[in-house]
């Protein structure tokens, strides 16, 4: 069975993702980029027009994933208390994540992954006094579901083509669709 691949501008995927906004007011999206190695970036977004306009910006081959439900619903200025809210909210030795928010809001923001506790308190003092969100790692890697959707920024001509990213589960589900 072959995956229908999506673009970034089709009605279908933008009324989706605005569902969500109107929904949660937040939504968070990451971006992989094709033969480059696996890189990837991290997108906040509170304004649809805001995130549409975006869309404009990522090179052919990207891969946006948008997640509907908040990913990082730990969120403040990083003190005492909120490390210690921190490590209450995530089990030890599971894969989670701190987002520092760059400001304004709408914008690429710097994620730290963690999987004990020591590493998560390590971040997190690092980024004491400033703002920063903390949550369990977002599962981009798994295919498209309920919570989660993906599309491709088309080719200079239109089409669609999925690019060369890092192995993932997710590529390794698509390539298996798509046999």
């Not at 869309?55 to 490390?83: E, S, T, Y």
């Not at 989670?96 to 914008?107: H, L």
């Not at 998560?120 to 969100?133: F, W």
Request: contains cysteine; proline residues 6%; charged residues 20%.
């Amino acid at each position: 069975m072959a995956i229908k691949e999506q673009s970034v501008f089709e009605q279908s995927f933008l009324s989706t993702v605005h569902e969500w906004f109107m929904a949660h007011h937040d939504i968070f999206v990451v971006v992989r980029y094709s033969s480059m190695a696996g890189a990837r970036q991290y997108f906040g977004f509170k304004d649809f027009g805001k995130f549409q306009a975006q869309l404009k910006n990522f090179p052919p081959q990207a891969d946006v994933i948008v997640f509907r439900d908040k990913q990082f619903p730990l969120r403040g200025m990083v003190n005492d208390a909120f490390i210690r809210q921190a490590l209450a909210s995530i089990p030890d030795n599971t894969e989670a994540s701190v987002a520092g928010i760059v400001q304004p809001p709408d914008a690429s923001v710097y994620l730290w992954a963690c999987d004990t506790h020591a590493e998560l308190v390590e971040t997190l003092q690092d980024l004491r006094g400033e703002y920063a969100a903390v949550g369990l790692y977002p599962p981009w890697h798994m295919p498209d579901n309920e919570k989660m959707i993906s599309a491709l920024v088309p080719l200079q001509d239109g089409t669609l083509k999925r690019g060369c990213y890092s192995l993932t589960l997710r590529s390794q589900a698509n390539r298996l669709q798509s046999l």
